[in-house]
């Protein structure tokens, strides 16, 4: 018999205990992603549908209406120009031609392949050639890449720029004329875009994950499986027409995607383009933004430069009172967050109302310290295999430091437990991917035959059913005496740390045999500069305050050793740590000096190869 609650419920199946997704709100189906654009055409036609800045600066608006035809005339051309079912590719900036360039290619053309911005000439070659892409849209950013690619791959018919090209190839043309052209044959009566038979089920969007191309898999989604998730997401997160998201996660990565574009597009949200991470702050304003959806890191940013200007105001104190008094008023039903906090926040982004984090674990003290203020934060957990989202927390269920429930739809059980009932997240439901691509035994590694996608993320799940993540399986340190500890649990706790940008913990097998925990810490130089601090003071400030965290822990997972850098750790485009390549780089550091991690304690390594 299964237990009831609201937002999910609890059951047994084959002797696992599985929590399936029920929602919390009423949720708004959709079947399929050319219906979520003609549903939201019919709801909110003449709205605001996309902001962003024109060549001078200027704000352009587009509404449902533009979205619709532009879409429309695009898909047709792209027909008439011979590229039905074929796989087209999108390299570019977040903005509006990507969002309509994406919709025209699989509301009826063929499959999507988005790329990474970030990818070199090579890799990007690479991956068109393993898709089989025939055409390709791309920003004027990616001119002379798209000229480099067109003078070694034949197979692309079109090259498709969304700004202006003057390239004397018939095969580079632009975003512009195609549109002018499908306008046209629309109406000339073409309806061989309009009413192309959609097969829901079949692959629709080939995105490959992060990593070196001939690493990366080919994650193969239908209609069927993102639609599901939206709808999904729907029943967990409650936004208002009147809403104004800022766009800033690549939209090649399933996050943005589904929820920055998909979820906003159909529940009838205005999506504002941000001009890049340095204008966050002045897009928040600007453009009214009250939905934020970001990575752990772009939060932490904007929330330690919010306390950095409280403690040079002056009013550290003050603001520390005021958060006292608020609480204790929240907790007597009489809520003034917003109110007692309107200085800060007219300061932060007046319109803010909801933040929603996903890629990594966040620090449960940045999630408080903007709860505080009347901002509540939404966590959710997923992966580009499960298109994306499985699980996530919100007003009615946020116990900040976990991943809620899973969405309606999803179910979320655990494999080989241990003692601890610490197990692999396994996740179920009709987002879940087709499959890798042209990978049929990868597929199999990670699927099980009764549809369980196997994560490879570790984790908890307590008797009310809801969910923390514990750590990756791959990552997770094994100390001698069999106790386990993860990477990330230490991270959340060395980047709270005063002038700590980010930390990168790893488990060092020592000569004799011993597992100790190190990590590496990337400092502020800008923060240590203003307070006059060398290497040295810097060094000893950080060891008392890791031997605080240390004074917290069982002796075997206390932090032994730590270096210093200034340099960024690596990381993918989803600002996630690239763990392998970053403990590579820090080895072959330590092999080219001759060193041992032990000498290296306290000391700063800018000279990292």
């Known amino acids: 018999m299964a237990t009831m609650k609201k937002g999910f419920e609890i059951y047994e199946e084959n002797g696992r205990r599985i929590v399936r997704g029920l929602g919390f709100y009423e949720p708004k189906p959709v079947l399929d992603l050319r219906q979520l654009v003609k549903d939201a055409v019919s709801a909110y036609g003449a709205k605001v549908a996309f902001k962003y800045k024109g060549k001078k600066g200027e704000i352009i608006e587009k509404n449902y209406l533009d979205l619709d035809r532009d879409v429309d005339s695009l898909g047709t051309a792209l027909i008439a120009r011979g590229l039905k079912n074929s796989r087209i590719s999108i390299i ?33 070659e690479n991956l068109v050639n393993r898709g089989g892409v025939e ?9 002379d890449m798209m000229v480099a690619l067109s003078k070694t791959n034949n197979s692309i018919k079109y090259f498709i720029c969304m700004d202006e090209s003057h390239y004397d190839d018939v095969r580079f043309i632009t975003l512009e004329k195609l549109k002018e052209e499908g306008e046209a044959l629309l109406e000339k009566g073409n309806k061989a875009f309009v009413n192309a038979d959609l097969d829901i089920t079949a692959m629709s969007i080939l995105l490959f994950t992060s990593g070196t191309t001939n690493m990366s898999k080919g994650v193969m989604l239908s209609h069927h499986n993102v639609a599901s998730n939206v709808t999904g997401v729907t029943s967990i997160l409650k936004v208002m027409p009147t809403d104004v998201h800022l766009s800033l996660l690549p939209l090649h990565h399933t996050f943005e995607n589904t929820v920055g574009l998909m979820f906003m597009v159909h529940m009838g949200i205005c999506i504002a383009y941000c001009e890049g991470i340095k204008h966050i702050a002045q897009n928040i304003k600007e453009y009214g933004v009250s939905i934020l959806v970001a990575v752990p890191a772009i939060f932490e940013a904007i929330y330690n430069r919010m306390q950095d200007a409280i403690n040079k105001s002056g009013k550290r104190k003050a603001i520390d009172l005021i958060t006292k008094v608020s609480n204790f008023l929240f907790k007597a039903g009489i809520d003034v967050r917003r109110k007692l906090f309107k200085p800060v926040l007219n300061n932060l982004g007046p319109n803010l109302r909801i933040f929603v984090s996903g890629a990594a674990p966040m620090n449960p003290e940045i999630i408080k310290g903007f709860y505080n203020m009347g901002i509540p934060f939404v966590e959710g957990y997923g992966l580009t295999e499960s298109a994306p989202v499985i699980a996530a927390t919100n007003e009615y269920m946020n116990a900040h430091g976990t991943i809620g429930y899973p969405i309606l739809g999803v179910e979320v059980t655990l494999a080989d437990q241990d003692e601890n009932g610490m197990g692999e997240i396994l996740a179920r439901g009709e987002n879940i991917m087709l499959g890798y691509f042209e990978a049929p035994e990868l597929t199999e590694e990670v699927i099980e035959k009764d549809g369980w996608l196997r994560t490879g993320d570790l984790g908890v799940i307590d008797n009310r059913g809801i969910i923390r993540i514990t750590g990756r399986a791959k990552s997770m340190i094994v100390f001698t005496n069999g106790k386990k500890a993860f990477p990330e649990e230490y991270e959340v706790l060395l980047n709270a740390l005063p002038g700590v940008k980010e930390s990168f913990v790893w488990g060092n097998k020592a000569p004799d045999g011993d597992i100790q925990v190190c990590a590496k810490l990337v400092i502020d130089d800008d923060y240590f500069k203003e307070k006059h601090m060398t290497t040295t003071e810097i060094g000893d400030m950080l060891d008392k305050e890791i031997r605080s965290i240390n004074k917290t822990l069982p002796q075997y997972k206390i932090i ?22 970053e403990l590579e780089s820090i080895k072959r550091y330590l092999e080219i000096k001759g060193m041992d991690i032990r000498r290296l304690s306290k000391s700063r390594i800018d000279d990292e190869e």
Do not use: C, H
């Open 560 to 581: 032994r050793y730590f270096l210093l850098s200034g340099k960024e750790l690596i990381k993918t485009t989803k600002m996630t740590i690239r763990r392998p390549l």
């Open 135 to 143: 055409a390709i849209f791309y920003s004027a950013t990616y001119q």
């Open 92 to 124: 570019s900036e977040n903005r509006y031609d990507w969002a309509v360039s994406f919709f025209a290619i699989i509301n009826g053309t063929g499959i999507g392949v988005p790329l990474d911005k970030y990818l070199p000439l090579n890799e990007v």
